[in-house]
């Protein structure tokens, strides 16, 4: 059985929650800042809606001479990346490795060697020191260009395209993604290519990634797509190489939301996401002012609470916005939503200042460890605001369903919200509590319950391992919480006031926390198949509302294929009407006012900005 071994679950749930992630993150975060300096100059004082960012590399305070021997160490690392073996010609057995596990792999090497020199007594403390610091280095050309590979593969091969020489493209880009204009070129396909020619190509895009870093203008580069394109005018196929970015989303987000938002979204994925966390509110009592204080006091971290971010300066960064405020082309930024009780942006980059480095990893700052916030986008607290737990039709007793919980984000975030509301029952004479909170996690995926068993401690539980139930009880107010799989929920007949379906997606709100996913995404199954098993996963979902209940339903996508279309079908399913769900709008509780330019007031799409990543949530009544 799954749990047969306590301490050995323990130890792999903790590897899974806690190393993993923060592996990543690191892995992340050093791509995105640890040789990075973002400077961001506003062009006016009151806006910081038109932007110069100039991305210079630290080291030696000058720009990087990125060595050759980091260079070739990264090129040899992305040659499984971009030229995975295969060995019966048949493409779809092909299974590349991520940009992340090619640098996990070359660190895991170049560590054990140092390992052996430190054995050895070998290594001085500045050999040591100059590892570390190559780490970020190679994190930020390894992850930077496997995300970039589209665009220095077309500088790289348009600057060499007067020889003789074939170039082979990387994987998984192909002949009709670049079609008509490489069709005369000299490009092989990664299957005939020789091994020299792949390795020459990687080193060649690596180059072009450290020029790409550190060139004042980046724009500059793209001199040399557009003398390949020549007289291109597909604007889809310029923004695809421009950022980098699957042709497919590039021609989607254009026909969606116009020309400039488009490039201002394909531009963002590019770009390092903000730092944003939520208080837990049953680890932590005092104001969101307060954990600020707590996290300068004894983490050394400068954060600021998102609403009065809100109320400083303006949030609508980067997008035009229309006589309504709303922006152009469809969807709305952070400034247009009420920012959530417990939203805290750490660094924040306000009054003219770029965002700063952490002192510190986040996963290891004491109020981290103690339990007092979890790291999670201002977007995807929205959606869990939209479930409105506060409003008054919901009573004192509730009962929630996380029906994608995954590894638990938005159920932490609803238990969170429900120690946080404002509740008239008292304790009765036996003392008692006399409000019930029930929270239900669902995932298909086994797994990522275990997880979510595995962070209950320090978040605030006690799980009771005979029954499976965690418990916290403070003030008036008993909150349980568990998982369960679809028989499980099936079988109780339980109902529930509040059901969210945080479907899985495209991802493509997120792509800048993902550096490998936009190169993993298909069109069939974005555009098909998830929509599909969004709408079935929906309408199962809907049959666990109780009369009276919410229904949220919420992608982290910005395809309209995945969002609005999916919404529509269930609008127009047997489910919702026979079970009498009505569309419930956000202006009714004040969470935003106004609809999308698509029309409907019980939808949001909020844009990726600086302040936050991309969402899209739809929220329903039953009866
Ligand atoms: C977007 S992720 C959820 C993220 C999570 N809510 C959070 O905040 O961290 C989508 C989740 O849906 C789950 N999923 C996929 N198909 C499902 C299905 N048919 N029923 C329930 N969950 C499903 C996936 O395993 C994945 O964990």
Redesign the pocket.
């Known amino acids: 059985m799954m749990l047969s071994s306590p301490m050995r679950s323990a130890r792999v749930t903790l590897i899974a929650i806690i190393v993993l992630p923060a592996a990543i993150l690191k892995l992340v975060c050093s791509f995105q800042s640890r040789y990075i300096n973002l400077h961001i100059t506003p062009h006016s004082k009151r806006s910081l809606r038109s932007v110069s960012i100039n991305i210079n590399c630290r080291h030696n305070k000058e720009d990087c001479d990125w060595d050759i021997e980091l260079q070739q160490e990264a090129a040899t690392a992305l040659l499984p990346v971009f030229f995975p073996e295969h060995t019966d010609g048949n493409l779809t057995s092909i299974k590349p490795i991520t940009a992340e596990n090619a640098l996990k792999r070359l660190l895991r090497k170049k560590y054990s060697q140092r390992r052996q020199n430190n054995q050895t007594n070998n290594a001085t403390i500045d050999q040591n020191k100059s590892m570390d610091e190559s780490r970020g280095r190679l994190a930020e050309l390894i992850l930077g260009t496997s995300v970039m590979r589209l665009r220095h593969f077309v500088v790289a091969s348009a600057s060499a395209s007067n020889g003789n020489s074939t170039f082979p493209l990387p994987y998984p880009l192909n002949h009709t993604e670049l079609s008509p204009h490489f069709n005369d070129k000299q490009i092989c396909e990664f299957t005939s290519c020789s091994a020299e020619e792949k390795i020459s190509m990687c080193e060649i895009m690596v180059a072009e990634h450290a020029k790409y870093i550190v060139s004042k203008d980046s724009t500059q580069q793209l001199e040399s797509i557009q003398s390949l394109l020549g007289s291109s005018d597909d604007p889809a196929l310029i923004l695809a190489i421009e950022h980098s970015i699957p042709l497919f989303l590039a021609s989607s987000l254009l026909s969606q939301y116009g020309y400039d938002t488009a490039k201002q979204l394909c531009s963002l994925m590019n770009k390092p996401g903000p730092i944003t966390i939520r208080k837990n509110a049953i680890q932590f009592k005092g104001t969101d002012d307060e954990l600020c204080k707590w996290l300068l006091e004894n983490d050394g971290v400068e954060s600021l609470p998102m609403k009065d971010i809100q109320n400083r300066q303006n949030l609508n960064t980067c997008y035009d916005l229309d006589e309504l405020k709303r922006c152009k082309g469809n969807g709305r930024v952070m400034g247009q939503l009420t920012s959530p009780v417990g939203c805290i942006c750490i660094n924040p980059p306000i009054d003219g200042k770029g965002r700063k480095k952490l002192p510190k990893s986040i996963w290891s700052m004491s109020s981290y460890q103690k339990g007092f916030f979890e790291v999670q986008d201002a977007g995807?607290q929205c959606i869990v605001a939209a479930l409105s737990l506060d409003h008054p039709s919901m009573s004192d007793s509730i009962s929630i369903l996380?029906?994608?919980?995954?590894?638990?984000?938005?159920t932490f975030a609803i238990s969170s919200a429900v120690f946080g509301r404002k509740i008239d029952s008292e304790s009765d004479e036996y003392g008692d509590t006399t409000a019930v909170a029930n929270i239900v996690s669902?995932?298909?995926?086994d797994e990522?319950l275990r997880q979510i068993k595995g962070s209950l401690s320090r978040v605030g539980f006690d799980l009771d391992k005979a029954t499976g139930i965690a418990e916290c009880i403070q003030d008036n107010l008993r909150c349980t919480l568990q998982t369960a799989d679809l028989a499980e929920l099936s079988d109780s007949d339980t109902l529930f006031d509040a059901v969210l379906v945080?479907?899985?997606?495209s991802s493509s709100g997120v792509l800048r926390r993902r550096p490998s996913q936009r190169w993993s995404m298909s069109k069939e199954d974005t555009l098909q198949s998830l929509p599909n098993?969004q709408l079935?996963?929906i309408q199962k979902a809907a049959s666990f509302v109780k009369e009276g209940g919410v229904l949220v339903y919420a992608t982290?996508s910005l395809l309209e294929e995945e969002n609005e279309d999916v919404a529509r079908s269930f609008e127009r399913s047997e489910v919702f009407r026979n079970g009498g769900f009505v569309p419930w709008p956000f202006s009714e509780d004040g969470f935003s006012e106004g609809g999308t330019h698509r029309g409907a007031d019980h939808e949001i799409t909020l844009l990726p900005s600086e302040w936050n990543d991309g969402f899209f949530f739809a929220r329903y009544k039953k009866g």
Request: with cysteine; aromatic share 4%.
């Open positions: 995807s996380d029906y994608c919980a995954g590894n638990g984000g938005k669902h995932d298909v995926v990522r945080d479907a899985p997606c098993l079935e996963i982290c």
